[in-house]
């Protein structure tokens, strides 16, 4: 049977919109670090390079390249944990400098890819589809633990709103924001949904 991440793992990327705690096992991913305004053009090279690695996986078995316990499923979505840079961060006044921000992108890769494959998949991958980009690339085991996180529903500048829910949340039970480093899961597809309509996975570490 396939696995589609949208049926056999709500809990981790179909949450409510209410905070909820989570704890996040261990998993893999394709990951691009970089700085800058995701709304400039070159942003979207980032995300181009990693999907390009992840369905390279996700067609292994038709190239006849398919690791030992390869399975179908459907290409989870695109993440980000976001910070700001060593200059954004000294000069923050409490106003978001969008061209300040310092992000790592990725995409979550099933059990089955192992460092050798993936190391395989990103050679592959830089004869056939050269980008510069792809030198930047890393595959990483990432283990977030205990979170918060909520279902965000509308524009990304509104997000500010629901983190404050969050935070609320953790003093209500007792919960301790780690940073203000935090994560963001997207579930809609920014060229074809609406700002009002946008789902967005947002997550962070608690102790």
Known sequence: MKHEWKKQ??????????????????????TVEGEGNPNDEAFGEYIQVLYSLSYAVRMSRKAGIEPAGYFEYTVYPLEGVWSLTKKGIAEYDGSLD???????????????????????????????????????????????????????????????????????????????????????????????TAPEKLKTVLRFKVE
């Open 9 to 30: 793992e709500k809990e981790l990327y179909l949450p409510k919109g209410e905070p909820t705690v989570v704890s996040l096992p261990k998993m893999s991913f394709f």
């Open 98 to 192: 969008k061209d300040e921000l310092a992000f790592e992108l990725m995409i979550r890769q099933p059990d089955f890819v192992r460092p050798d494959f993936a190391g395989e998949i990103l050679e592959r991958t830089k004869k056939k589809k050269p980008h510069p980009l792809l030198d930047k690339v890393e595959f990483k085991s990432i283990e977030e633990g205990r979170c918060v996180q909520m279902m965000h529903l509308g524009p990304y500048d509104d997000e500010p709103a629901s983190f404050g829910r969050m935070e609320a949340f953790c003093r209500d039970e007792g919960l301790t924001r780690k940073s203000k480093v935090h994560r963001e899961i997207y579930i809609s597809d920014v060229r074809r």
